[in-house]
């Protein structure tokens, strides 16, 4: 079975700041993994996905992650925070069979 | 083009009664899904639709849960008593194709009951 491990519930940094959500992985089979966002209010949104090609994977607004299977981690990585990138962060798995496990989520706290 | 709706945004219901989510996914997407969160918890797989079949209803807590899908377009989701436990977001999702596809969520329902 696929599990998702998201350290970290809440996640403070100041405007223009590294950001790192951290997310390992645990799967018997090769997986596929998302990073979702929700804003208040809205669904969640993509954004961006692991489906075994590269292991750095560039997603929408400047984020990006790495997949590293000798560490099962998929982090996810904003050179420098804005005061829009405040919403909460779902690292999600699965390996085909198209149900997605998350984790707990991550809400990223940006301050001025 | 229209994302994934779903209907209502928010309802309140006492104990014992019942409540109907609907979801309207993506045109021409034939694979749906429902999700649920509960408060502070993570978001939880409820069951997967390929068009009006159920290929995957494994999450389903209880069989005061009923998912139907007519004709491959909208999908309901209805509980029957609501009970405490029930109450969180319920999400739909909508895919098309592959399995590593992105699949489309809706804004949620926010389910209290009371």
């Known amino acids: 079975a696929q599990s998702v491990t998201q350290l970290g519930s809440h996640v403070s940094v100041s405007e223009g700041a590294l950001v790192l959500l951290r997310c390992n992985y645990s799967?018997?089979?090769?997986?596929?993994l998302f990073w979702y966002v929700q804003y208040p209010n809205q669904g969640l949104q993509l954004l961006l996905k692991?489906?075994?090609?590269?292991?750095l994977v560039k997603g929408i607004n400047g984020f990006e992650a790495e997949f590293k299977k000798s560490e099962t981690s998929f982090h996810l990585t904003k050179p420098s925070a804005h005061m829009s990138d405040a919403a909460e962060y779902f690292c999600?798995?699965?390996?085909?069979?198209?149900?997605?496990?998350f984790g707990t989520g991550t809400r990223l706290l940006v301050s001025p | 083009e229209a994302g994934v709706t779903q209907f209502p945004s928010h309802s309140v219901i006492e104990k014992g009664q019942t409540v109907t989510l609907r979801c309207d996914p993506i045109?021409?997407?034939?694979?749906l899904y429902w999700y649920r969160r509960v408060m502070g918890k993570e978001i939880k797989f409820l069951l997967h639709?390929?068009?009006?079949?159920?290929?995957?209803e494994s999450g389903m807590p209880n069989n005061r849960f009923l998912a139907e899908r007519t004709g491959g377009t909208y999908s309901t989701l209805k509980v029957q008593p609501a009970e405490l436990e029930d109450s969180g977001v319920y999400f739909c999702?909508?895919?098309?194709?592959?399995?590593?596809?992105?699949?489309?969520f809706g804004p949620g329902t926010r389910l209290t009951v009371l």
């Open positions: 999702a909508s895919s098309q194709g592959l399995a590593e596809n992105e699949q489309f």
């Open positions: 799967s018997s089979v090769p997986p596929y």
């Open positions: 692991y489906t075994s090609a590269a292991t």
């Open positions: 999600a798995v699965h390996t085909g069979f198209q149900k997605l496990v």
């Open positions: 045109s021409g997407h034939d694979n």
């Open positions: 639709f390929v068009k009006e079949s159920k290929q995957d």
